[in-house]
């Protein structure tokens, strides 16, 4: 079934999915006006102090606080009264223990008020004492949130691959992350300040991904373009 695109609006890219009208935020984030609800893969809060814990090159300690601060914008424009993080919420469960206590304040203020669903992913189980649900997969008829794209499965939202598309608009390249979307799955970019990517063309995700797929570049205006034209 080929993929309609839709206007735009709050600075998003609007289709259909599996019969749910979604919207692409520019952002990096997936909105789901229907059941007013927001999804986000792959925060990887507590980079920074993960790397300085096991003596990598370090990075300037502001992640968390960006990442939250764009999330807090989300819920705010949205007004959203579910939250799916789809996994991958910090780089190590070590790095949810070791999250300073304002910012777990902060977490906790964003929770309020709100059914939130932490998904678990491969660098981290879910953060078990910071509030919410915690699945190893979520059903949400009719689509289904989990961490890593089951190739058997159809109207499937999942992230981990941090998908980044190249344009080359003939004056210059942008490379954004990006969303890879066709009828029968959703791969999200990741949404964490420090988060590096996986080139859509990649033959990965290529195999995952149908002929007809769009890849869908996050910023301030969402540009969805054919997968199968991207030669990053």
Request: aromatic share 8%; glycine share 8%.
């Amino acid at each position: 079934m080929p993929l309609a695109p839709k206007e735009r609006t709050m600075n998003g890219f609007d289709f259909e999915f599996g019969g749910a009208a979604l919207t692409a935020l520019g952002s990096g984030a997936l909105y789901w006006a229907a059941q007013n609800l927001i999804c986000v893969s792959d925060l990887h809060l507590g980079k920074s102090e993960r790397r300085a814990r096991l003596g990598e090159a370090p990075l300037p300690p502001y992640e968390t606080r960006d990442t939250l601060s764009r999330l807090e914008a989300d819920l705010r424009t949205t007004s959203a009264t579910v939250v799916i993080c789809l996994g991958d919420s910090f780089d190590d469960p070590a790095a949810a223990d070791a999250l300073p206590e304002a910012e777990k304040l902060w977490i906790t203020a964003l929770q309020a008020g709100r059914q939130w669903i932490w998904i678990e992913g491969n660098h981290d189980p879910g953060p078990v004492d910071l509030g919410g649900s915690h699945r190893a997969e979520y059903s949400y008829d009719p689509l289904i949130f989990r961490h890593i794209a089951d190739p058997d499965e159809n109207h499937e939202i999942s992230g981990h691959y941090h998908p980044k598309t190249t344009l080359n608009t003939g004056h210059r390249t942008i490379t954004r992350p990006s969303f890879l979307i066709d009828a029968n799955r959703i791969i999200l970019p990741a949404y964490g300040t420090y988060t590096g990517g996986l080139r859509s063309h990649d033959a990965t995700l290529q195999s995952l991904m149908r002929s007809d797929a769009l890849a869908v570049l996050t910023g301030p205006t969402p540009r969805p373009l054919p997968l199968r034209s991207v030669r990053d």
